[in-house]
């Protein structure tokens, strides 16, 4: 393979098993689990990988992403921001409600009962003070904070440039699945600067924009012989 391989061919032309094969035979751990027929793990068997004897894997990293790594990805930073949200609405109806029992008089601090609860005793003092000025100071010392408000395709993009780090070895299958045209062209340009820089990708892709990287080899699946 060439510092940047890629691998096209129609759905069923066996690109993402290539991808796969490569994987096992390398022992890269996978995030998400991969479909795979029963004969999967004896044909891996049969096949042969050559490594170049320059490639040392304790010093380099190989990693795999697929179009389900992203995916997950992009529905756990959702589910961290509802889970949030749900938790912000609950601090601010706490603030209103602790803020109304201030102004009527009828909140009133828990005595000190020792020095082991001098925490507690401090923070209901403390929050007592934060709510006299204003629930927003109240919610702004708690309220946790949103993950950073991107689109799915910023999202994914970021995963891939996360992950993509330091010199190695990076099977990309199909990561085009997740980006608009243009994540595609940043993702493409990031992919030929870090290919130029060391680092080796094979890549399956349907995507004519990520077909036509600069100094690509193009392994056409749907060719015989």
């Known amino acids: 393979f060439s510092p940047l391989t890629i691998l096209y061919g129609n759905n069923g032309s066996g690109k993402s098993t290539i991808l796969n094969l490569i994987a096992e035979k390398m022992n890269i751990g996978r995030r998400t689990h991969i479909n795979s027929s ?3 793990s004896f044909f891996a068997e049969l096949c042969q990988l050559s490594i170049h004897s ?46 109304a029992d201030i102004s009527r008089g009828t909140y009133q601090i ?3 009962q020792g020095i082991d609860d001098f925490e507690r005793y401090k923070k209901d ?12 100071a109240y919610i702004s010392k ?29 099977l990309l299958d199909e990561p085009e699945n ?29 995507s004519p924009l990520l077909l036509g990287m600069k ?6 699946l749907d060719e015989e012989g």
């Open 38 to 40: 029963p004969f999967f």
């Open 54 to 99: 320059d490639f040392d894997d304790d010093d380099k990293k190989c990693d795999i992403i697929s179009s389900d790594d992203v995916f997950q990805h992009c529905f756990k930073i959702r589910n961290i921001n509802n889970d949030i949200g749900k938790k912000q609405s609950a601090l601010i109806n706490e603030a209103f409600n602790k803020r």
């Open 110 to 112: 828990q005595p000190l």
């Open 125 to 136: 003092r403390d929050d007592t003070r934060r709510l006299r000025q204003s629930s927003s």
């Open 142 to 170: 708690y309220a946790q904070h949103f993950s950073k408000p991107n689109s799915n395709g910023e999202t994914a993009l970021d995963f891939f440039i996360s992950k993509i780090d330091g010199e190695g070895v990076y």
């Open 178 to 206: 997740s980006l608009s045209p243009s994540f595609q062209l940043k993702l493409m340009e990031f992919i030929e600067l870090s290919a130029h820089c060391g680092i080796q990708f094979i890549i399956a892709t349907h």
């Open 215 to 220: 100094n690509a080899k193009i392994l056409n």
